[in-house]
């Protein structure tokens, strides 16, 4: 699949297991999430460009390498991307934040915006808009294609699961933006839930259920 970048990492491949079991508490899906959110930021910043700077070490000056450019944006949709960000957030402490709110209408699983905060001069930045399911695809093609209007710089999506349904949606409307998942799953259901998934991400990541 073109554009999808697995994470098949051992590490993220071992919690995301630890994470899918039913008997997960609050507590360890939250700090699992929150683990392999770190390492997902470790894959998809791997690109960001760097440029040298001169710097004093005890014994000399040298050139060292930093991160160029405006600062990147993490972009959480609500609620339950909040999972990823917080883990993207204490490797990327720098980054700046937006927030998007969708809520899937429970009958046409269309995506219904209610918030949208974005930090200035996004025509500089790089966007990584994170949610842990691409189930549906809906919110995320709302999502991406509300981004879209200010002009970033780029955009990337980050999930923790997705299936095909979600990945051709995503795809037919946005094949410019790449996916970086921990999973591709069997199939969407008919209540719009990723089987065999994890259940609904926001009520285990906040113990809403
Ligand atoms: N959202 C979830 O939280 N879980 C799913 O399986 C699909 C969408």
Known sequence: MSNVHLVDHPLVQHKLTLMRRKEASTNSFRRLL????????????RDMPMQDIEIETPLETMNAKV???KKVVLVSILRAGTGILDGMLSVVPG???GHIGLYRDPKTLTAVEYYFKMPGEMGERDCIVVDPMLATGNSAVAAVERLKELNPKSIKFVCLLTCPEGIKTFQTAHPDVPIYTAAIDRELNSHGYILPGLG???DRIFGTK
């Open 67 to 69: 991160i160029d450019g």
């Open 95 to 97: 980054a700046r934040v």
């Open 34 to 45: 929150n683990e392999i959110s770190m390492l997902m930021a470790y894959e998809v910043t």
């Open 200 to 202: 609904d991400a926001g």
